[in-house]
């Protein structure tokens, strides 16, 4: 019974202290230490560091959570018939979820994650993602040449435009800063209809290849 009874207080240690590292994160960014998590948590130092090894530790396990919701968005999107709307609804949905966790759109960029589970992601999200434009290029409700690669580089530049702002926002009075970000999806939105599409310059990166260049950032 002793032995039941602390694992369950080190699984819920464990729990508090995700939580309080996305809630922490979140806010700051992942520069905030895991002592400073553990603060936030409200549990010792020591504890901290009998769940999780460093901070790297509880980054990769926060990561899993991460691309565990972004997969089940992925998934509703799919499960919609009408294939422009599941485009717009996974748009919305992930973005609106990295605009207000400032860690998640630096881990999901591909900072200070372990190169590992970065391939674990591609593995699990990138078929995904590729799937959903695919099934909206076969509708006709983009233009021909949008690729997976497309979606994620244009969703990371949304998301830094929706960071960069809410940090000037002090500088303004407006109270819809952290929705800015939506106007340019918007325009964005605009830009994918197979309306006469302008002829594009170069062409995307393949999969790998994005997945490449996003695995060595830090």
């Keep these: 019974m002793a032995e039941t009874r602390l694992r369950r207080d080190a699984e819920r240690n464990r729990q508090r202290l995700l939580d309080a590292g996305r809630e922490l994160f979140a806010a700051r960014g992942i520069d905030a230490t895991l002592n400073d998590v553990a603060r936030h948590a409200g549990v010792g130092v020591g504890t901290a560091y009998r769940r999780f090894a460093n901070k790297e530790e509880l980054i990769d396990a926060i990561y899993e959570q991460q691309v565990t919701e972004l997969e089940e968005i ?6 919609e018939p009408d294939a422009w709307r599941g485009l717009v609804g996974y748009l919305e949905r992930a973005l609106k979820l990295q605009a207000g966790d400032r860690a998640m759109a630096q881990i999901l960029s591909g900072r200070r994650v372990a190169s590992e589970q970065y391939d674990w992601s591609r593995d699990r999200l990138a078929p995904l993602v590729n799937a959903l434009v695919e099934r909206a290029r076969e509708q006709g409700v983009v233009r021909p040449d949008l690729t997976g690669t497309d979606l994620i580089l244009l969703e990371i530049g949304l998301t830094a435009i929706a960071t960069f702002v809410c940090d000037g926002a002090g500088s303004i009075d407006r109270d819809d800063v952290g929705q800015l970000y939506r106007r340019y ?11 006469s599409p302008s002829p594009l310059p ?8 994005a997945h490449a260049v996003l695995r060595q950032r830090d």
Excluded: V
């Design 74 to 79: 992925l998934r509703d999107a799919l499960a």
């Design 185 to 195: 999806l918007g325009i964005f939105l605009d830009g994918l209809r197979p309306d």
């Design 202 to 209: 170069i062409a995307a990166l393949t999969t790998d290849e």
